[in-house]
């Protein structure tokens, strides 16, 4: 599966983008979809996380009520939508797949290191 993160940007406070994650080659081969975020200096940290087939989420609390993840199958295409953005969410953003189904929840969800796929990250600059 690759992966290709586009959409970030540079934007003030208070501001929105869409960040796009397009998958290709084996597309049925990943069952979760996750965005990360890593700030310079800082560590990869989980946002979201989406269930290809469900369409399950999960939201780090940090941007839950301001970032909505969605997907179209169809199109193999991830998509995180991000309101009323903050300084702090200046980052580079990396999609990643995960072929794997857990259970007990989120959890494995959250850890960057249980994903197969990542994408080349995309840059989110936040203004004050």
């Known amino acids: 599966v690759q992966l290709q993160a586009s959409g970030g940007g540079l934007v003030q406070a208070g501001g929105f983008l869409r960040l796009s994650c397009a998958a290709s080659?084996?597309?049925?081969?990943?069952?979760?979809m996750g965005w990360f975020r890593q700030a310079p200096g800082k560590e990869r940290e989980f946002v979201v996380v989406?269930?290809?087939?469900?369409?399950?989420?999960s939201y780090a609390e940090s941007v839950k009520g301001r970032f909505t993840i969605s997907r179209d199958n169809a199109k193999n295409t991830v998509y995180l939508q991000m309101n009323s953005l903050k300084p702090e969410d200046t980052a580079v953003y990396y999609c990643?797949?995960?072929?794997?189904?857990?259970?007990?929840?989120?959890?494995?969800?959250?850890?960057?290191?249980?994903?197969?796929?990542w994408g080349q990250g995309t840059q989110v600059t936040v203004s004050s």
């Open positions: 990643a797949a995960d072929a794997r189904r857990y259970a007990g929840g989120y959890y494995y969800y959250t850890i960057p290191e249980y994903y197969d796929y």
């Open positions: 080659g084996h597309t049925f081969g990943y069952y979760a």
């Open positions: 989406i269930l290809r087939s469900s369409g399950s989420t």
